[in-house]
């Protein structure tokens, strides 16, 4: 069964500052990998995805992540976090035959930005 | 806004009773998802409608809950002799076809509804 760990559950970074966001994944085949942004009284919103090619992918928002197979890990980075960056952020695990019913997300990471 | 709309935002209730919530997914989306989010959680699958045909549901969705998609249109999603353990954000999720199929199929999430089970 697909799974999908996001070790910190809480982090803090000044603004300006950078940021990476852990997620590693237990899948048996090549998986599709999701982040995704979740403020305040608002819906889940789609950072980035990674499925095939070019294991470095851009996002919205100045988001990037990098899928490391070795690793089983897709985190999440941001060269300089703005506060408007405060949020949570989920990762999600996908099968190649399986569709958006079957993602497995994580747990989560709050992250909060100080001044 | 993401264009899906879900009501009421915040429901409070007692203990074995019935709750509805409603879900308006942008309009030309077939596809509707609902999915519940306990605490310190991430979301997990509930079940799944293309038009009006409910074609999935996780086994997470026990007797006592059930979905409807009239016309294709509106979602709701009953609950019925609530239990403290289903206080949670339930969250309702559309896309289009037209946004290809997984994994380039794209999720509009509604904000959700807040249960709390007294």
């Known amino acids: 069964a697909q799974s999908v760990t996001q070790p910190d559950i809480h982090i803090t970074v000044s603004e300006g500052a950078s940021l990476e966001l852990r997620c590693n994944y237990s899948?048996?085949?090549?998986?599709?990998l999701f982040w995704y942004v979740q403020s305040p009284g608002q819906g889940l919103q789609l950072l980035l995805k990674?499925?095939?090619?070019?294991?470095l992918v851009q996002g919205i928002k100045g988001f990037e992540a990098e899928f490391k197979r070795s690793q089983s890990s897709f985190n999440l980075r941001k060269p300089s976090v703005h506060w408007s960056d405060a949020a949570e952020y989920f990762c999600?695990?996908?099968?190649?035959?399986?569709?958006?019913?079957?993602?497995?997300f994580g747990s989560g990471t709050q992250l909060t930005v100080l001044p | 806004d993401t264009g899906v709309s879900q009501d009421p935002r915040h429901k409070i209730t007692k203990r074995g009773q019935n709750v509805t919530f409603r879900c308006d997914p942008i309009?030309?989306?077939?596809?509707l998802y609902w999915y519940r989010q306990t605490l310190g959680q991430g979301p997990e699958f509930l079940t799944y409608?293309?038009?009006?045909?409910?074609?999935?549901k996780s086994r997470l969705l026990s007797d006592r809950f059930s979905a409807e998609r009239p016309k294709g249109s509106f979602s709701t999603l009953e609950i019925q002799r609530t239990e403290q353990g289903d206080s949670a954000m339930y969250l309702c999720?559309?896309?289009?076809?037209?946004?290809?199929?997984?994994?380039?199929?794209?999720?509009?999430f509604g904000s959700g509804t807040q249960l709390s089970v007294l």
């Open positions: 999720a559309s896309s289009s076809p037209g946004t290809g199929g997984f994994p380039n199929e794209k999720l509009f």
């Open positions: 899948y048996g085949a090549t998986p599709y």
């Open positions: 990674y499925f095939s090619g070019d294991t």
């Open positions: 999600a695990v996908g099968s190649a035959s399986g569709s958006a019913r079957q993602l497995t």
């Open positions: 309009s030309e989306h077939n596809r």
């Open positions: 409608f293309q038009n009006e045909a409910q074609l999935e």
